[in-house]
């Protein structure tokens, strides 16, 4: 039988303290013990601000993410914000004012990321469905069924539409009518974290990586193999020691080189064509990496924040101060590395030298999404449903 755990229940597996079980969000009491935790939060420490973050809008988003704090991501598309509640609810806004441009309230709960593109909203449900929606007034345009629950974030190309399950299935849909079109499927292991990669898509292949450390690049034609790289080695005496899921999306870039995280293992760029390795690090992240020009960003296990150079592998700068906060994957905005925690702090970091430029707080329920950025705006949504719209000015 295979056993999941919220990335925020293992971490209460590990730790008694109430202030952890409650930074964890949405833990139910009993999977506590007496263990201490792997990594305690660090206080914020004051510093000199040479930016500020102010609030242009904000508005309620349903109920929010749920006990589960599930993955629900808004999505940006032509002006508009597209986000949805864990009860099903499902909201487009205008982007600049915040004015509400429609609601629905389908009959299921949403689980998954929204993914606008061409017209459409992708979504899944915890009952192992995806839904296309009509962009202009919320009208489900098909729905389709894969094998289970859908945590991540459909992901289109011109064609297809990408679903991976929480089984480690990765079926590919008709873009247009929700038919099937093919289905790979492996073997997972016993314990994982609760949740999956993002598969990174374009038109002629599928980039998706596996909670057994695996990385697979698949034929969008017919969903087969074309190569396989093994990112992370299983260690360790315990199921939990020997996680090695590759929880983030991997990161394409126009050139063809592909970088790729995986709790307890490494950080790898890798030819994308071939799956041939350019360099790696040791580097534990279940997090998205964000690249900027020829640096890259990620945020580890333990919240430390780490710049690299994409070229050779070189670490650049790292920045310890929010360790233990449980950051969000970095999203980019103006220079800075734009991050969430768990205490709804939303934190800039200068790119070049890893030293706060800003910082607010919008919402004590926290933050475990990546903002959404736009050249100085950036959108963020809390685990409770308040969406917020930050404007940096200096």
């Known amino acids: 039988m295979k056993t999941t755990y919220t990335r925020q229940s293992f971490l209460a597996r590990k730790s008694s303290l109430a202030l952890v079980a409650t930074l964890a969000l949405g833990l139910l009491a009993g999977c506590a013990n007496k263990a201490e935790p792997r990594y305690s939060p660090k206080e914020l420490q004051r510093f000199e601000a040479s930016a500020e973050l ?127 079109r093919w289905v790979h499927t492996t073997t997972e292991p016993a314990l994982t974290l609760r949740g999956t990669g993002t598969p990174a898509v374009i038109d002629p292949v599928t980039f998706a990586g596996f909670a057994n450390g695996r990385l697979v690049t698949l034929d969008n034609r017919s969903g087969q193999p074309l190569w396989e790289r093994r990112i992370a080695v299983p260690r360790g005496r315990s199921e939990i020691d020997r996680m090695v899921d590759l929880g983030g999306q991997p990161v394409l870039t126009p050139d063809g080189r592909l970088f790729v995280t995986s709790y307890n293992g490494r950080l790898v760029a890798l030819e994308a064509p071939s799956g041939e390795v350019l360099w790696e690090r040791e580097h534990s992240s279940f997090r998205t990496p964000v690249l900027v020009g020829d640096r890259l960003f990620t945020v580890t296990e333990a919240s430390h924040v780490i710049a690299f150079d994409a070229r050779t592998g070189e670490e650049l700068w790292r920045n310890r101060d929010l360790e233990g906060r449980w950051l969000t994957s970095p999203a980019f905005a103006d220079g800075n590395l734009v991050l969430g925690d768990f205490e709804g702090y939303v934190h800039l970091v200068d790119i070049q030298n890893g030293r706060f430029t800003a910082r607010t707080r919008v919402d004590s329920s926290g933050i475990s999404l990546r903002p959404i950025t736009d050249s100085r705006r950036i959108y963020v949504l809390a685990n409770s449903g308040r969406l917020e719209a930050l404007e940096i000015n200096r």
């Open 54 to 180: 102010d609030t242009d809008w904000r508005q309620q988003v349903g109920k929010g993410l749920g006990r589960a704090t599930y993955p629900i991501s808004p999505s940006l598309d032509n002006g508009v914000i597209y986000t949805a509640d864990e009860r099903g609810r499902v909201m487009a806004m205008d982007a600049q004012s915040g004015e509400r441009r429609w609601q629905t309230d389908l009959e299921v709960g949403v689980s998954s990321g929204l993914t606008a593109v061409a017209g459409q909203v992708y979504l899944g449900t915890r009952n192992g469905e995806v839904l296309a929606l009509s962009q202009s007034n919320g009208d489900v345009s098909w729905r389709a069924r894969v094998s289970s629950e859908v945590l991540a974030p459909p992901q289109p190309n011109n064609e297809l539409l990408v679903v991976q399950s929480v089984d480690g299935t990765v079926t590919a849909l008709d873009r247009l009518t929700g038919r099937e």
